[in-house]
């Protein structure tokens, strides 16, 4: 047995764990279990009594150098592959605000990343997957066994184990990105801004979500090119590292707000255009080594939220108001626009936007979290599964009105009977 938990900390759970190191032993394991990557979901979706580590499913496969397709196991991390494949040209279609990540946790959350209003989300630009359902291998893609594909996509390792994957690199000429970052002063000017650059490749804003009046909203807008010209150079390691759990104290609304002021302060200009390696602009936080330690030792949560473009305005307003009021600050709030969904039966993201709120796990917190999902369902929003760890079942099932196509899936190829999460459970799954 092992203790386990999230990239969040909570819950910590007692787990009996397996590593397969090949198919042959993946198909001898018996029992309801979940798989699990790297662990950097928020929540309790990859914690299970029992767990199956993708750890050695590490191999790559094949490249074509003409089409950008990479075929590998699941257990290849994002991070091996900028490692392997930035130097030679080529680059994630789609990535989430974090490098270490598997793949088979890519296509379990169908993450997505500054891009998914041009360019979708990780899934989209998969053709091809091997999930293991008990003892039996399916092929699945967008034109075969067309059902579990769109159900594994998204699907939180529900429908299997993803043993490997094939998908697209993107080609870039430089591993630079030509960033410009604009100062807005409220909410309404952000959005604004959003939809003035609605073509630019990548886009992003920080928010200050304890600005009150009429600063209600002031943000940062991120947005980015890859670089034309400049050196093909991978990576660095971070040097920094939060050795222990930080005192929990440290971090509360007056250090929250002395953090926010000086961020939004620190750029005097209205707009600044610089170039920056990918690394600072796409995974800022993967500098730090255990940077979630700093929430201290009863762990954080991430709120995460999309509600429709028509209600964009008025709903982040009314979300934005009741956090503000309520003093409880997110130490990072991050707001993405989306493009319109896919067809995967359990993809979170809709034609909207998306705010993501870091909150350290406390009673009041939960309290607020409750009213916020009041607002979120008014709207008709949801929240992504792989951040979450307190959804309830009826906020589950009626937002993600596919939820009953999915279960079926599940149910016609066994996979209900062999693959379980403690968040799979409390939904309702």
Avoid at 23 to 29: A, F, H, I, R
Avoid at 277 to 282: A, G, I, K, L, P
Wanted: hydrophobic letters at 35%.
């Amino acid at each position: 047995m092992e203790k386990l938990t999230s990239w969040g900390k909570s819950p910590i759970i007692e787990c009996e764990v397996s590593s397969p190191c090949s198919k042959n032993e993946l198909q001898s394991l018996k029992g309801p279990a979940i798989a699990r990557g790297l662990g950097r979901s928020y929540g309790d979706s990859a914690l299970y009594t029992r767990v199956i580590r993708s750890g050695q499913f590490q191999r790559f496969i094949s490249f074509d150098q003409e089409t950008g397709l990479l075929r590998c196991e699941s257990g290849v991390t994002l991070d091996d592959i900028l490692d392997t494949f930035v130097p030679k040209g080529w680059f994630l279609s789609v990535t989430p605000g974090t490098k270490f990540v598997s793949v088979g946790g890519a296509i379990a959350s169908d993450v997505h990343g500054k891009n998914h209003h041009i360019e979708g989300t990780f899934c989209d630009h998969v053709t091809s997957l091997s999930l293991m359902i008990d003892d039996k291998e399916y092929i699945c893609s967008p034109d075969v066994n067309s059902d579990l594909f769109r159900a594994t996509c998204g699907g939180m390792g529900l429908t299997g184990v993803i043993t490997e994957a094939t998908f697209r690199l993107k080609p870039i000429a430089s591993s630079f990105i030509e960033q410009k970052v604009i100062k807005a002063k409220d909410l309404k000017t952000v959005l604004r801004l959003f939809e003035e650059y609605e073509e630019s490749t990548y886009s992003v804003a920080w928010i200050d979500c304890l600005s009150t009046g009429e600063h209600l909203g002031r943000s940062l807008l991120m947005l980015g090119e890859h670089a034309n010209d400049g050196r093909l150079s991978t990576h660095k390691r971070g040097l920094l590292n939060v050795p222990c759990n930080m005192p929990s104290f440290l971090l509360n609304k007056f250090t929250i707000q002395a953090f926010n002021h000086a961020y939004y302060s620190k750029q005097l200009k209205q707009e600044v255009n610089e170039t920056v390696h990918y690394d600072s602009f796409f995974y800022p936080l993967d500098s730090i080594h255990n940077w979630n330690r700093m929430y201290g030792k009863d762990g954080f949560t991430q709120y995460q939220f999309v509600i429709p473009k028509t209600a964009g305005l008025q709903g982040l307003t009314e979300i934005l108001k009741t956090i503000a009021e309520s003093k409880q600050g997110s130490f990072l709030a991050v707001l993405k626009v989306f493009g319109k969904e896919n067809s995967n039966l359990l993809s979170f993201p809709i034609e909207g936007y998306t705010l993501a709120l870091d909150f350290k796990l406390t009673r009041k917190v939960c309290s607020l979290l409750e009213q916020l999902d009041v607002v979120v369902k008014k709207y008709k929003g949801r929240l992504y599964l792989s951040k979450d760890v307190r959804m309830s079942e009826d906020m589950f099932k009626s937002s993600y009105s596919n939820w009953e196509d999915f279960q079926n899936i599940r149910k016609r190829y066994a996979a209900n009977l062999h693959y379980h999460s403690i968040q799979s459970n409390r939904i309702g799954l």
